[in-house]
């Protein structure tokens, strides 16, 4: 800058650089606090679209093996661990059970239960002793876990 240039400033009134730096801090205020409202906005937007899709992702991880349904298995666990289904519908259970991990888990779990509320008894455990096969559910987990 030339000197000549210089000539044409004009002082600034008392006070303005004050006002000018907190204008533009209150700015930088409300920018921050709108991204936030925008992300908090976001995230609760996809909270509430995942737990109305939850339902309808239960229903699709409902699947039909060996004749009969996820859902359908777990409304007769009480009966099929107390022998009180006809032998057809328990060897579809069992084979379900075999090819299902997430139901082979779920009977595992409560298999786990049961013993540990009940010491000292001793549970059928047919249910979760099945031959090695591509399609067995206990070697699935074991790779997946």
Known sequence: M????????NACPRGELKS??????????????????ATL???????VGAWSLAPQMEAMMDFKIAGIHCSRV??????????KLDPQVEEQIKTH?????RCYL????????????HPGTHHDRRSLAFPRS????????????
């Open 2 to 9: 030339s000197r000549s240039s210089t000539d044409n400033w």
């Open 20 to 37: 000018l730096s907190t204008r533009l801090r209150a700015r930088r205020t409300r920018r921050n606090w709108a991204r936030s409202f």
């Open 41 to 47: 906005a976001l995230v609760a937007c996809a909270g």
């Open 74 to 83: 777990l409304a007769l666990a009480q009966e099929y661990a107390a022998h």
């Open 97 to 101: 059970i075999h090819r299902c991990p």
């Open 106 to 117: 779920r009977f595992k779990a409560m298999r786990l239960i049961m013993s540990e509320d």
């Open 134 to 145: 591509s399609l067995d559910a206990p070697a699935v987990v074991r790779k997946l876990g």
